[in-house]
């Protein structure tokens, strides 16, 4: 029950740490954008910026992706846990 219990909090911290990750790049993505408006578009900095939030989506979704793949793991998990408590036959 423990080992069950220790795995389902590990898929916990790691899909609450991809969220936090989510989190701080919205907060850096309004920074950049807030930046690239004073900006010459043509500018070499408004370019990097360009590619910097084009980079940032990429991770963006590949964090996504993995928060839901964690978020299932999760539930499926704490299934098993519940069948296996269920299941228990303690004499």
Known sequence: VQRRRAAINDLQSRANAAEAEIASI??????IRKNMA????????YK???????????????LRTEVTRLRNQTAEAE????????????Q
Do not use: C, P
């Open 26 to 31: 919205d907060k850096d993505q309004d920074r």
């Open 38 to 45: 004073a900006l010459d578009k043509a500018s070499a900095l």
């Open 48 to 62: 990097r910026y360009v590619t910097q939030l084009d980079t940032q989506e990429t991770r963006i979704q590949a």
């Open 79 to 90: 299934r098993g846990l519940r069948t296996y408590l269920d299941e228990l036959n303690v």
